[in-house]
């Protein structure tokens, strides 16, 4: 298997919470790195969605970050856990500090917020044909990954990419 990770990880279990689409979500993130986290949660988005995170250190203090969703696992099979793999889009110094706990030699400063983009917001729906019946489902983004069944028959539906 090939290894695409540019950082090495840290696992650590810490209280967590994300903004995705105006609301609020409680989770635990593990697997740190300088360039991104795992939130274990079953509220995951679809990938490319941008969310603002909360962690919540050790020593009580807060680290505030910038991220979007790379990666989004809802399943039923025990051993995998539901989640999103999250890349760190801006970091603040306290997570910078976090980090150097586990490695001294982690870059540190702090990455900026990325540029606007001058880009046309995606719809918050996508209309999917679903399989078995051929029935037109309209369904919300962020309930992509959540396993969405047609309205006509019960189906499962996927965006085929």
């Known amino acids: ?7 090495e990880r840290f ?5 967590t919470e994300f903004i995705g689409d105006k609301k609020n979500y409680r ?9 991104g986290l ?23 203090t807060d680290c505030k970050l910038k991220g979007v969703v790379r990666r989004a696992i809802k399943t039923t099979i025990v051993s995998l856990k539901n989640g999103m793999g999250i890349e760190i889009l801006s970091r603040d110094q306290n997570y910078i500090e976090f980090l150097k706990e586990f ?24 209309i999917i044909a ?5 029935a037109k489902n309209k369904v919300r983004r962020e309930r992509l990954s959540h396993g969405p069944k047609c309205g006509r028959c019960g189906t499962p539906i996927s965006l085929q990419v």
Do not use: W, Y
């Open 1 to 7: 298997m090939r290894v695409r990770r540019k950082h």
């Open 11 to 15: 696992v650590r279990r810490l209280e």
């Open 27 to 35: 989770a635990i993130s593990s697997d740190f790195s300088q360039s």
């Open 38 to 60: 795992f939130i274990r949660t079953n509220h995951a988005f679809v990938p490319g969605t941008e969310l603002d995170i909360i962690i919540h250190l050790p020593n009580r």
């Open 103 to 126: 490695d001294p030699s982690v870059d540190s400063k702090p990455v900026p917020p990325p540029p606007e983009k001058n880009v046309h917001p995606e719809p918050d729906f996508v």
């Open 130 to 134: 679903c399989s078995q019946c051929g």
